[in-house]
Structure formats: structure tokens, C-alpha cells
């Protein structure tokens, strides 16, 4: 099933660049195109059936977020502007993702990504904010209806459960509704690691091993039978893989 999108944005060369990353990626389709929000409510307003927006955030006479307040049924939204402030309020807003600019193919395919995922949840939206720059080093994470900022060196280690994941750091603990695996993508790789289908844990903060098991700041975390390997690996310790 194609997926109909509706780019909003004042400036051409925006809209062309979202246009362009959009043909890259099969199952999506621009159905419209407008340079203000004034045109924008005349589109959605028409029959055409807009499932995913793409919506600037500072355009003239009215702004995206005004824009976005003003609709009492709207498609899905990412945000795509160079504003890094608007951040938190527009994840108040219900949206999908939040690009700067200028918008990079990558983070534009993991937004596209994190809509999928929506879709596959029945529209829920994630509780991450991915409003960090490559090289940050920590990341906002969703409790209750506020985001908390989490410095990636202070996580311990993370517990998934069905569709919740437990973010445990200095004596501290968070639970939002995300996917382990969605997390795990999110992470700086090298610095962390999975080690069992529930569990992802940081390297600096293991404090002892075994062939079975991973210590940090006292519990008792398992190594999942297939990720045996992997453990062993990134440990250097040969053990692991071949012990029970």
C-alpha cells in the first residue's frame, strides 16, 4: 500500500530536497506541495487523502506548530526545520519525528522508519526524542508527559519488556513505551551492548562476568544463549562462547 505525503514548506529547495529523498523510498508518494499553511488547509481540506505531512516550522502569516494546533484531524507529521529550540513542543504535538535541517537521507530514512513502526502500533507514537545531532552524547526519553535528558555514559544498562523498555542510570530508573531494538539503534555503537533479547548493557559499567552472566553495579544481568558469540567477542574472552 502507498503512503501519500504532503510537503509543506516555504522554501522550493526544501520541498525539492524531501521530494527527492521520498523517491528513494519505495511505497511513498508526494500527492501535494504547498508553501504556507494557508495552503495547506485548502489542500486538506480537498479529497485528496494525505496519510504522512512534512511540515515546516517558520513560514509567514502562520507558523507549522500554529498550523499543526489548528487541525482537529490531521495525517501523521514530521517536523522538517532548522529551529532546534521547537523541539519538545512539537513531540507535545503528537509528531512522528523531528528533522534539522539540512536533512541528511540517513536520519530522513530512520524518521520514515519510525513511521513505519507507528503504523505497525496502531499510530502510537515512540517516547524518544531524536532531536540529537550525531556526536551528542545523550538522548531525551519520555516519563509521563515530560522528556527527561539521559547522558548516554551515565546508562547502566536497559530492560525490555513487551512494549516498554526500563532505562536504569545513576540509582534511577525510567519506563517508557519503545522497543528494545528500536533503542538499540538509537545508542552510540561500540558503547553498548546486547546480551540478551531483554537485556542491552553499557561496557563501561560492567563491573564483573561470566560465561553466563554480566555484573553491573550489583545485579545479576544473563547472557542470552544466541548472543553467546557476540558477548564473547566483544569481551575477548574465548570462554564465553564455548562454556554453559
Known amino acids: 500500500m502507498t503512503t501519500s505525503c504532503l510537503i509543506v514548506d516555504d522554501e522550493p529547495l526544501a520541498r525539492q530536497l ?51 494546533r489548528s487541525l482537529s484531524r490531521r ?43 507507528y503504523q505497525d502500533n496502531s499510530g502510537e507514537r515512540s517516547s524518544i526524542s531524536s532531536t540529537r545531532k550525531d556526536g551528542d552524547r545523550f538522548i531525551y ?6 522528556y527527561v535528558k539521559v547522558a548516554f555514559d551515565e546508562i547502566d544498562y536497559i530492560e525490555g519488556y513487551s512494549e516498554y523498555i526500563k532505562v536504569y542510570y545513576q540509582n534511577k530508573r525510567i519506563v517508557t513505551k519503545l522497543s528494545l531494538t528500536w533503542m538499540e539503534e538509537q545508542l552510540p555503537s561500540g558503547d553498548f551492548l546486547r546480551i540478551h533479547k531483554s537485556f542491552i548493557i553499557s561496557l563501561a559499567k560492567i563491573d564483573a562476568f561470566t560465561a ?33
Do not use: W
Request: aromatic share 10%.
Open 141 to 146: 526519553v519520555k516519563e509521563n508527559k515530560r
Open 212 to 244: 553466563n552472566s554480566i555484573e553491573i553495579g550489583g545485579k545479576e544481568l544473563p547472557i542470552g544463549r544466541s548472543y553467546k558469540n557476540s558477548v564473547a567477542k566483544s569481551l575477548q574472552f574465548p570462554g564465553v562462547a564455548s562454556k554453559e
Open 18 to 68: 524531501i521530494r527527492s529523498h521520498l523517491m528513494k523510498v519505495p511505497g511513498f508518494e508526494v500527492v501535494g506541495e504547498c508553501g504556507t499553511a494557508m495552503e495547506a488547509m485548502a489542500f486538506l481540506r480537498s479529497k485528496t487523502e494525505v496519510q504522512l505531512l512534512f511540515l515546516d516550522i517558520q513560514m509567514p502569516q502562520v507558523s507549522g506548530l500554529d498550523f499543526l
Open 75 to 117: 495525517p501523521q507529521v514530521i517536523i522538517t526545520t532548522a529551529y532546534r529550540e521547537y523541539a519538545l513542543e512539537g513531540f507535545d504535538l503528537d509528531i512522528v519525528d523531528y528533522l534539522l535541517k539540512p536533512i541528511t537521507f540517513e536520519r530522513f530514512f530512520k524518521a520514515i522508519s519510525r513511521f513505519c513502526q
